[in-house]
Each structure stands twice: as structure tokens, then as C-alpha cells.
């Protein structure tokens, strides 16, 4: 059981949303997406350091280990491009030693805004 837990990714719920026994807590496309990016960036070796669902609707906020920011990510949208997004745009932002001070922002397909 332990094997199976870590393997799952931690995600904190700050929403709000009233959880009851034996119902789902989040539907089942949300925890998708959140297994999906989770996937995805251990794939390119970015360790997460938390997630967490803001009480923004439909929206994820991300932490990478070593970084001051965290990534706004829209759980409606397409994981894997917002995932590749942050990919890209992190090592963009790396290669240009550019670090934004708040966060970074991939919820627009095949964008990012960073602050």
C-alpha cells in the first residue's frame, strides 16, 4: 500500500471544497490532469515541490523545487501542453538567468506570461 502512495503526487486543497466520505474528492479529469503534469515534468527530471488547488476555480498552483515562483496552471485546459510549456519556458528562462518574482502563468495554450 505505502509503494502505491508514493508513487501518487501530493496535492494540497486550499479551495475549499467540502469533502465527504466515500465521494470523490476532486473528478476524475482533474486528478488526470494533475497525475498528467506530474508524469511529465519527472519525465525532464523537475522535482515538484508542492501543488496545490487555490481557491481560484479550475486552477492549480505549482511549485518547482529550486525555484521562487510558482506556475498557474488551468486544470480545464490540456495538461501536456501546459506541462511542455513550463518545460520549455523554464529552460528559456534558466538559459537567460530570468527568474520571476511571483509566478509563471501556462494556461493560455502555447503561451506563457511570467511576473
Known amino acids: 500500500e505505502s509503494s502505491v502512495l508514493n508513487t501518487l503526487p501530493d496535492l494540497r486543497d486550499e479551495s475549499g471544497l467540502s469533502i465527504e466520505r466515500g465521494k470523490n474528492a476532486l ?3 482533474a486528478a488526470d490532469f494533475v497525475r498528467e503534469v506530474a ?7 523537475l522535482k515538484i515541490q508542492s501543488m496545490t488547488l487555490p481557491t481560484v476555480a479550475n486552477e492549480m ?3 518547482l523545487e529550486g525555484t521562487a515562483y510558482y506556475v ?3 486544470i480545464r ?15 528559456k528562462l ?3 538567468k ?3 518574482r511571483e509566478y509563471l502563468d501556462v494556461r493560455v495554450p502555447g503561451k506563457a506570461y511570467y511576473k
Open 61 to 63: 498552483h505549482l511549485r
Open 98 to 100: 530570468v527568474s520571476p
Open 39 to 45: 508524469a511529465q515534468l519527472k519525465q525532464k527530471g
Open 77 to 91: 485546459g490540456d495538461s501536456r501542453v501546459q506541462a511542455g510549456t513550463l518545460i520549455a519556458t523554464k529552460a
Open 72 to 74: 498557474k496552471f488551468d
Open 27 to 29: 473528478p476524475k479529469a
Open 94 to 96: 534558466d538559459a537567460d
